[in-house]
Structure formats: C-alpha cells, structure tokens
C-alpha cells in the first residue's frame, strides 16, 4: 500500500445490494474485482451514478472509526435525489459500511493510513431509449480502499487561480457525480501543462469558487474564510469540520463571497488551503494568476492549516475528545 497510488489497492469483498424498481434487495458479500452489467447499462450511457467519499481510522484501542457516517450518507441520498436514482434506505446503508469494514478490520491500517470508504450508486436498467428518462433500478455497493496519504504532510501545491471557466453546470456542483470531475478535467490538465499547477481554483467572473475535488479556505492567525454553500459547488463535509474545528480553536470564521483579487491579496501574509475527504487540509504554497506566480504568505510555514488538520486528525484517531459526536465506533 505504501507503494501503490492512492485508491488503487482494495478489500477483497465489498457490501452489495439491488433496487428492483420497488425494493431494496438483502445486503450481500461480493467480490470486489467485478460487476454484473450489461453493455445496454443506464450508466454506461446516461451517467446515472453518484458515490461518497469518507474515511476511518484505527484508534489506539484496537476500534475502527468513522468520521461522520451519519452525513456522508445523507450526502449520498441528496445526491441520489438530484440524479433522479433510487435513493438509498439510511440504516441499509450505513450497515453496509459498518459491516464490511467490522469484516476486515484487520486491513486498515495505522494511521497517518486510513480505510477510504466509497459508496457508489449507479442506474442499471438495460435500455438505450431512456436518455431523457430516470432508470428505475439500481446497484449500490461499498468499496474499501487502504490507502496511506494523499499529500506529504510537507506538501505546499501550486494551483492556477482560474477566473474564465466554472468547474461544473452551476445547477448541479452540490452533487457527487463522477460527471462533474470529468468536466474540469481538461481544464486542470491544460493548467498543469501550461503552469505546472497540480490543481485549479475556479473563480468564473472573479467568484473563488473550488478546486477539481475540494473546498477551498482562506486562514490567517484570527480568521477562517471560505465561500458560503450553495448549488454551485460541493458541501464538502470535511470542510464543515475544519470550520468547526476553526471554530472551537478560537478563529473567527467568516462565510463570504470572495473575489479573486481578495485571495491574491490574503496570501501576501495569509494562508490558502483545500479541503477534501482524501486531501484532508492541504496547504497551498504558489498561486499561478493572470500569468503571474504569487508565492503563500511569501513562502512562509503554513502554520493555521497544519493546526486545523492536526487537530481534526486527533478527533478522527481518537486522540482528541469527539465533543462534536463525530465518530461511529465499530
């Protein structure tokens, strides 16, 4: 695992269930290398599939646990709702994930690893008539990954402040569907090919938005400012606990517009990080705008958001009191 590239390596088994059109089916143990579907599949052709992204830990004591189980399966039925899916049964699908990972709890790791944890959800009627028509059944599974850190904890990236394109329809950015990845995906790899940027922070007509795959935050000494949720991007639920978090460490912090001259102008003394289930808080250390590199807090520590995400990764070991009812023990 320390070797493989993130979400590569996966339990043997995953949970797994079907939706007939007007049930839930029993939850089963099923390989996880394969899927029985047609070539004719709803999703193959009409994209009809959401998923979630979470994590658990190993504590000291031995005990598995999940960070804030309860919401990312809330996540996932919003989701399900806006792409017209089945939309999961709550206690169906949280056992799903309790069990599975209770099944193998021998293979997840110690941290800084975890158990990244992917629910998916995905139409399966058979037909290639309905593009204008909501499948009526479904396969839901979870799939584990071990996995160890997404970034070095060292890490500072250099993204593109991009204020042309948005990432995904304005509609829709609220939802977890592959779809909306795929679509700033030409964008991100034209930015890493023209700047050497790892990552892109959408700003169209000036509004910092989010990045490909995170929530973006702006943290200085006294402040956590970030844009207030709206259908335009991803509720991140990661960066929910990193606010609050900020919170009970004493920041102010802050939910407002930003415009893309205000982050160039935070960054000569503060800092810029993106916040993700996988990325957790990753510091930013160079931002590419209008042709010109602007170097974080002038390539200073980023010593805010090493705070935040070493305080949320003690509540998420166990090693911090879980006064936020965060955790699901298995």
Not at 67 to 89: G, I, Y
Not at 166 to 174: I, K, M
Not at 213 to 218: G, H, K, P
Not at 223 to 231: D, G, I, M, R
Request: with cysteine; hydrophobic share 40%.
């Amino acid at each position: 695992m320390a070797n493989a590239e993130f979400g590569t390596v996966f339990f043997d088994e995953m949970t797994f269930a079907t939706y007939d059109g007007e049930k839930w089916s029993e939850t089963s143990f099923v390989p996880s290398d394969k899927l029985p579907l047609h070539p004719a599949t709803h999703v193959l052709h009409y994209a009809s599939t959401c998923f979630e992204g979470m994590k658990a830990f190993r504590a000291a004591d031995g005990k598995i646990n999940i960070f804030r189980l309860d919401d990312h399966v809330k996540r996932m039925q919003n989701s399900a709702r806006c792409l017209h899916l089945p939309v999961p049964d709550t206690e169906q699908l949280k056992a799903m994930i309790v069990d599975i990972l209770a099944k193998h709890r021998d293979e997840v790791p110690a941290f800084p690893g975890s158990a990244y944890i992917r629910p998916t959800l995905i139409g399966t009627d058979q037909s290639i008539g309905r593009a204008a028509a909501p499948t009526r059944t479904a396969m839901l599974y979870v799939l584990i990954s071990p996995v160890g850190d997404y970034f070095p904890a060292d890490a500072k990236m250099r993204v593109l402040l991009d204020t042309e394109h948005q990432r995904c329809a304005p509609h829709f950015g609220s939802v977890k569907s592959g779809g909306n990845y795929a679509s700033a995906l030409g964008l991100i790899l034209a930015a890493k090919e023209k700047y050497n940027t790892a990552q892109v922070i959408f700003a169209p007509d000036g509004d910092v938005q989010e990045t490909g795959a995170a929530n973006c935050l702006l943290i200085n000494d006294n402040e956590v400012l970030t844009k207030p949720l709206s259908s335009e991007f991803l509720p991140g639920i990661t960066r929910d606990s990193l606010l609050q978090v900020a919170a009970k460490l004493g920041y102010k912090v802050t939910e407002r517009n930003i415009q893309a001259t205000e982050l160039i102008e935070w960054i000569k003394t503060g800092e810029v990080a993106l916040s993700g289930t996988a990325a957790v808080l990753a510091p930013i250390g160079e931002v590419v705008y209008e042709g010109e590199t602007h170097h974080v807090k002038q390539g200073g520590e980023p010593v805010n958001a090493k705070r935040l995400r070493k305080y949320l990764n003690d509540v998420q070991q166990g090693l911090e009191e879980d006064s936020f009812g965060w955790i699901t023990r298995v």
